[in-house]
């Protein structure tokens, strides 16, 4: 190849490359795996425990073995999707002012990776169920979901749901959706039983 044949090789390499590259580049959104939800269906947890609820049945109750856990403490483990709602029991004798002191303060060290805590109440005077739900929004919460229940006399139940992962709760919001209607639910069908 000679000089001026490589000058004009070279000079219509870079005029098309030149041409080739006046289009407006876009990048394109973000995109997350597609999550296939199971179908709604809930099953009794109803042993010798002091309360009792409907949990799905995609989900399966393993007895909290840690050191520091107490009788009654359970833990609802939803394997497919990485996460674990923790419960833990608490007889009450005239403490309940400490345990709802404890809740709160454990849903509010969310504040600084949160973008907002919504808080609900459930009443339901019929079976002397009543607790705080607090919502937990923001994409580095590390719990998107925490309440409690109690009968406000006797029996007091928190729970907080925790995913095995980094937190990303953009991504995992159609499961935190999904799980929280399992939690209302559960939270609904709440009722406390008498232990000798």
Not at 64 to 72: G, K, R, S
């Amino acid at each position: 190849m000679t000089v001026s044949n490589r000058y004009v090789f070279t000079l219509l390499f870079f005029a098309f490359i030149f041409v080739s590259c006046n289009n407006d580049y876009y990048p394109k959104p973000r995109g997350y795996f597609r999550i296939d939800l199971p179908e709604k269906n809930y099953q009794l947890f109803d042993t010798a425990f002091p309360y009792r609820f409907e949990y799905p049945v995609y989900s399966k109750i393993v007895f909290d073995t840690l050191p520091n856990a107490e009788p009654y403490w359970i833990n609802i483990t939803f394997k497919e999707f990485k996460g674990t709602l923790h419960l833990s029991y608490k007889k009450i004798n005239h403490n309940l002012n400490q345990y709802l002191e404890d809740t709160r303060s454990m849903a509010m060290k969310h504040i600084p990776k949160a973008s907002g805590i919504e808080n609900r109440q459930f009443v339901n005077p019929e079976t002397k169920v009543y607790g705080l739900i607090y919502d937990i929004s923001g994409s580095g919460a590390a719990s998107p979901y925490q309440f409690y229940v109690t009968d406000s006399v006797a029996h007091f139940v928190r729970g907080a749901l925790y995913f095995n992962s980094v937190p990303n709760n953009d991504s995992l919001a159609p499961v935190i959706q999904f799980l929280e209607a399992d939690i209302n639910h559960m939270i609904e069908t709440f009722r406390w039983k008498e232990i000798n």
